[in-house]
C-alpha cells in the first residue's frame, strides 16, 4: 500500500473537486476547533483519500470525518484538545516532517480519486457503501516469434566448353628438283616447334540472387474481460416498538 501527499503531485485529482478541503478548519461535533487541514493523504492502491494531516501533526483516518460547510467534522468528539493531543502521540511516528498547503493546478493525465464523504449534516450517522470498481489495463508479453540462421552450402555444378590444342605433324613427300645452293642446302642445325592447348579456367563471383526480409505488422483485436467487483449495500428495517410494548402491557 502506498500513500502519497495530494498537494505534492500531479498524478491524481478528486472526483469531486469540491471535497479538496486543503486549508480547511478541523472541528469537533460541537464547533471546537481541532486545526486546520495541511495535507490530505491518497492511498494509490484503493485509489481514494485515505486521511488527512491537520495542523499539529494530527491525523484523522477518512472514516472518522465528514464535510459540512466548508469544514472538517471529526466525528464522535466532544473534546477537541484531548483528541488532538491523543492523534498527536498516536500519529507522530507516521507523519510526515512537515506539510503546507499547495494551490493545485490539476494535470490532464491525472487519475481520478475517491474523495472523502459526502456533506454532513447534524445527528446523522453516516455509513459508507463501498463498490470496487474494475480497470483494465494492457502490458505486452512476448508471445513467439522466428529464430533466423544463416547457412552455407555446396552444390557440385557442371559446364562444358570447347578447348583447342595444337598437334606437330610431320609427312615426307617424294620430289626430284635440282638444289639452287648446294652450300647451303648442306648446313646442319636444329629448331624447334612448340605447340599450345587451351585449358578450363574457373572464375567465382558472390552475387546476390534473392532477399528475405524480416519484418513485423501489428494487428489489432477486441477481448472481453469479464471478472467480478465488490459492493457493500446497507439494508434499513423499522423496528416497531409500539407492538412490543402492547405485547407486555397484554
Known sequence: MAIVAYSQQDEFDLVNSGQDCMGWAVVDQTGNEIGKVMEMLIETDRMKVDSIMV????????ENFALRDGRVVVSGVKDAAQYAE????????????????VPRGGSATARNVAGVTREANENEITLPIVEEQMTVGKRAVEQGGVNVRSTMTEKPIEET??????????????VDRPVDNATEAFQEGTFDVTTKAEVPVISKEARVVEEVVIGKEMTERIETVRDTVKRTDVEVE???TGDAGNRRNG
Open 161 to 174: 566448353v570447347n578447348l583447342r590444342e595444337e598437334n606437330v605433324t610431320v609427312e615426307r613427300h617424294k
Open 238 to 240: 423499522e423496528i416497531n
Open 86 to 101: 491523543t492523534q498527536r502521540a498516536a500519529t507522530a511516528a507516521a507523519a510526515p516532517q512537515s506539510y503546507e498547503p
Open 55 to 62: 495542523s499539529g501533526g494530527v491525523r484523522v483516518p477518512a
